[in-house]
């Protein structure tokens, strides 16, 4: 074979390697994902392997935000980072990365922002946003800037097992949902102690209305991940196999919020529904003797019972 019969089979081998994706995607799918673009706000412990699941599904444009490095405690938990990522920022890894698996992808770095402004103007350009940051402030900008778009928002979350929500412009947002206290204030105001307290005891108020027995493990985290989700530097604590399973579900909710959106068919695994649903199936059990024990059940369970309103 002649070196220009060789390149010419190389390129279409190439340009066919998303091809064997196509028989598990209904009609339609697989050409929608190749003009996509996705918003990844936060590129690290689940915005990095949500990434790189991306990334080998075949989309074709990402925009990635997210204003830290790796450092060596980085590598335990962070599927991106290894030994040569240290001390370089997440965002460029995750550019690389990208590009390795799909020259031809477009990967642009945008700023990481709690100004709804700033992330609308990187929202805007993209077909849903995967939630990869752990700080709250940021985050309740990026849904209020994601309502504004028009575009649904794929995050994680940890109750009953690692999984993850989806929520469309016209679903009720996590502040919604479950009754933060951050409603009438700007993103940016967010990060206030008492502010950032009572929202994770409302999201653990579900939690425990779950999962009751992992009470006295919750208690125990919440002096240590209060600072963290404030955006204090402290690190948040990661563990590699639940950190990878829920980068690879952001991954794939991405893709069935993109299909939902134009009218594909392709079943999404994080419903909003379903954890007020649960909620309120829990609310009509007795409540765990071990949850009893704490002295602070009541407060709790009202909680709870004010989430279901």
């Known amino acids: 074979m002649s070196g220009k019969s060789q390149m010419e089979s190389y390129i279409q081998e190439w340009k066919s390697r998303f091809e064997r994706q196509r028989k598990f995607l209904p009609k339609g799918l697989y050409e929608i994902i190749g003009r996509s673009a996705v918003y990844l706000d936060g590129v690290g412990a689940f915005g990095g392997p949500a990434a790189l699941i991306l990334a080998k599904t075949g989309v074709q444009k990402f925009l990635i935000s997210d204003s830290q490095s790796y450092h060596v405690d980085s590598i335990v938990g962070q599927l991106l980072a290894n030994v040569d990522s240290v001390g370089h920022s997440k965002t460029e890894i995750?550019?690389?990365?990208?590009?390795?698996?799909?020259?031809?992808?477009?990967?642009?770095?945008?700023?990481?922002?709690?100004?709804?402004?700033?992330?609308?103007?990187?929202?805007?350009?993209?077909?849903?946003?995967?939630?990869?940051?752990?700080?709250?402030?940021?985050?309740?900008?990026?849904?209020?800037?994601?309502?504004?778009?028009?575009?649904?928002?794929?995050?994680?979350?940890?109750?009953?097992?690692?999984?993850?929500?989806?929520?469309?412009?016209?679903?009720?947002?996590?502040?919604?949902?479950?009754?933060?206290?951050?409603?009438?204030?700007?993103?940016?105001?967010?990060?206030?102690?008492?502010?950032?307290?009572?929202?994770?005891?409302?999201?653990?108020?579900?939690?425990?209305?779950?999962?009751?027995?992992?009470?006295?493990?919750?208690?125990?985290?919440?002096?240590?991940?209060?600072?963290?989700?404030?955006?204090?530097?402290?690190?948040?604590?990661?563990?590699?196999?639940?950190?990878a399973q829920i980068g690879v579900l952001l991954a794939r909710e991405a893709i069935a919020c993109i299909a939902q959106t134009h009218r594909i068919?392709?079943?999404?695994?994080?419903?909003?529904?379903?954890?007020?649903?649960?909620?309120?199936?829990?609310?009509?059990?007795?409540?765990?003797?071990?949850?009893?024990?704490?002295?602070n059940w009541e407060t709790w369970y009202q909680r709870m019972l004010e989430m279901q309103k």
């Open 94 to 243: 995750a550019k690389e990365i990208i590009l390795k698996i799909n020259p031809e992808a477009e990967v642009e770095i945008v700023p990481s922002s709690n100004r709804i402004e700033v992330l609308r103007s990187s929202i805007d350009r993209v077909d849903a946003v995967v939630m990869g940051m752990d700080t709250f402030s940021e985050g309740i900008a990026c849904y209020r800037a994601a309502r504004e778009c028009q575009k649904p928002v794929v995050d994680f979350f940890f109750f009953p097992t690692p999984n993850v929500s989806s929520t469309f412009p016209e679903d009720p947002m996590p502040e919604e949902r479950f009754d933060y206290p951050t409603q009438s204030l700007a993103p940016e105001d967010c990060d206030q102690a008492e502010v950032g307290k009572e929202s994770m005891a409302r999201l653990l108020a579900y939690g425990f209305s779950t999962l009751p027995e992992i009470y006295e493990e919750c208690q125990d985290l919440i002096p240590d991940l209060l600072p963290c989700l404030l955006k204090l530097e402290l690190p948040i604590p990661t563990f590699a196999p639940m950190t």
């Open 265 to 295: 068919k392709f079943p999404r695994l994080g419903w909003p529904a379903f954890y007020l649903d649960m909620i309120c199936a829990n609310s009509r059990v007795p409540i765990s003797p071990f949850l009893k024990e704490s002295p």
